[in-house]
DNA sequence: CCCTGATTCGC
DNA sequence: GCGAATCAGG
């Protein structure tokens, strides 16, 4: 009996995991298997995940590789990108209600005005990822689009 | 060189 | 449908 890899369990984790922005090897490690990161990779663009989701920090490759070099038979360009910022990141509290002594593994770390100062706070909302909550961790790490306008936002500017 | 995702194409 | 090979790029 050859059962697909890609039961609905694995495929289920996979696109949680793509979603949550971890990387194609990184799932395959993940949903184990002999997966490599080019089934990942495969079944992701199969499963149309990729198309509009994260851009991990790749600029967009428009059309340069085997795709141009060998036909390029007009593939279809990735149109709209209505996203303008992580939605979590806008609900990151704007101050910190955990310190340095208090914080325990379960809040986010994200630290709040200068370490030397006295109103320095961190987070402390629940962990979701790593270190940070959910808000956060989007922020903090990498597989984030629009970085620089996150932090702006968190910043209250415009 | 490590890694990333993207694409193609033989299976 | 599947995924290795290959690609461009950080």
Redesign the pocket.
């Known amino acids: 009996m050859t059962v697909?890899?890609?039961t609905d369990d694995r495929v289920g984790r996979l696109k949680t995991l793509w979603i949550e922005g971890?990387?194609?090897?990184?799932i395959a490690r993940d949903l184990d298997h002999?997966?490599?990161?080019?089934?990942v990779?495969?079944?992701?663009?199969?499963l149309g995940l990729?198309a509009g989701r994260?851009?991990?920090?790749?600029?967009a490759?428009a059309a340069?590789?085997?795709?141009a070099?060998?036909?390029?038979?007009a593939?279809a360009v990735p149109p709209p990108r209505p996203e303008t910022l992580a939605r979590s990141a806008m609900d990151a509290p704007s101050h910190g209600t955990a310190t340095i002594l208090s914080v325990r593994r379960q809040d986010c770390r994200w630290p709040y005005g200068d370490p030397g100062d006295l109103g320095f706070a961190l987070c402390g909302r629940r962990v979701a990822r790593g270190a940070f909550c959910a808000a956060h961790a989007e922020i903090g790490y990498r597989p984030l689009r629009q970085t620089a306008e996150g932090l702006r936002a968190l910043a209250g500017l415009a």
């Open positions: 697909s890899a890609w971890r990387s194609a090897a990184e002999g997966l490599t990161r080019s089934a990779l495969g079944k992701v663009h199969r990729s994260p851009p991990a920090s790749r600029s490759r340069t590789g085997p795709a070099r060998r036909s390029s038979p593939k």
